[in-house]
């Protein structure tokens, strides 16, 4: 791990070590989530979640998101590990994180439940 990872930081692959933090807006790289309970574990043995942690590429995840949002609207990432609604025009199949599955009301960076690894 590149960095100090948290709950809802949006990673990339690269760096120093297997994953780092997106720091780039509409990062062509986006590659998952960091979260603390995946349905499913891969390489379980390869260290612990202070080295190695727990990333999800598919399913409903919390996402650290900045701005306001819709159901629906679609999530890229924004910098800084964190993500934020895209315009249509700025979505490309590289750059989608996901969905947001609820509203988002306020502006601040908040842990928001998403669906990621879907257009």
Do not use: W
């Amino acid at each position: 791990m590149d960095c100090e990872l948290t709950v809802g930081d949006v990673v990339k692959l690269g760096g120093h070590a297997e994953i780092t933090k997106c720091e780039k807006e509409l990062d062509d790289a986006v590659f998952g989530v960091v979260s603390e309970s995946p349905a499913f574990l891969m390489n379980a043995q390869a260290g612990n979640n202070d080295t190695h942690p727990m990333v999800a590429l598919k399913g409903r995840v919390m996402v650290k998101v900045k701005g306001q949002g819709k159901a629906g609207d679609r999530i890229v990432s924004a910098g800084n590990g964190e993500a934020r609604v895209a315009n249509i025009d700025e979505c490309t199949a590289f750059n989608t994180l996901g969905r947001l599955i609820k509203h988002k009301y306020n502006e601040e960076t908040a842990l928001t439940e998403c669906v990621i690894g879907v257009k």
